[in-house]
């Protein structure tokens, strides 16, 4: 996989079948710390100790359509590769904490990648009752972006109706544009506050 943005959705897609309903997604690039953090968690169903630990091994899989699970097992690699680490916390019933951490400058750190794309492809994969929040952070400036809030918004169009995913998308895109070129956090679309009707 080239992209971190990859890792992600296949991390989200762990979540969305373990029935979370609440996904939560935070990418912090702390330029000045020369650190990447990606966080994902999640409301479902969680794990015990024993699949915890399986949990990152390449060859354990709970799901029967493929023999070998790669998901976290492929993250952890990645985040080894530019001398990172990944932390993942369970509780069955509760739900799942992944943090993955990479030196932001290492030669082998992975690209994030497309961000807007990942999180529009888990919205209109996922059912229209699952709720997503993103966060992005670079340095001061920060992107969020709540399904929740864009719901209440809709008045009553499906979430993952293909306009509506088109249009997140682009919304995200600028998002994240603004805050890798600096705008001032005034510019920054927020969707948790709908500022940007
Ligand atoms: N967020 C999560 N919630 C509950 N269980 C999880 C979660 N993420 C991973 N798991 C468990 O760890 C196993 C390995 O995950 P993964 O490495 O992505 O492989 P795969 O998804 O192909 O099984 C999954 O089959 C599942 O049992
Ligand atoms: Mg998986």
Redesign the pocket.
């Known amino acids: 996989m080239e992209d971190l943005s990859l890792h992600i959705l ?1 991390i989200i897609e ?2 969305v ?2 029935g979370a309903t609440n996904i939560e997604i935070v990418i912090e690039e702390d330029i000045v710390g020369n650190l990447l953090l990606i966080k994902i968690n ?1 409301d ?4 015990d100790k024993e ?1 915890l630990t399986k ?1 990152i091994d390449p060859f ?4 029967g359509t ?1 023999r070998v ?5 492929m993250l952890a690699q990645a985040t080894k590769e530019a001398a990172g680490s990944l932390d993942v916390r ?1 509780k069955p019933g509760k739900g ?1 904490r992944i943090t993955a951490r990479f030196v932001y400058d290492h030669i082998d750190r992975k690209p994030l990648g497309n961000m807007a794309e990942t999180i529009t492809t888990c919205i209109a994969g996922s059912s229209p009752k699952a709720d997503f929040k993103y966060r992005h952070r670079k340095g001061d400036q920060e992107f969020i972006f709540s399904t929740k809030e864009i719901k209440k918004r809709l008045n009553g169009v499906a979430i993952n109706d293909p306009e509506i995913i088109l249009f997140l998308r682009e919304q995200i895109e600028e998002g994240l544009q603004a805050i890798q070129k600096g705008a001032k956090s005034e510019e920054i679309k927020d969707w948790r506050f709908g500022k940007n009707t």
């Open positions: 296949d762990n979540s079948a373990a999640d479902g169903r969680g794990m699949t949990s354990y899989t709970t799901k493929r699970g790669l998901g976290l097992s369970s799942t």
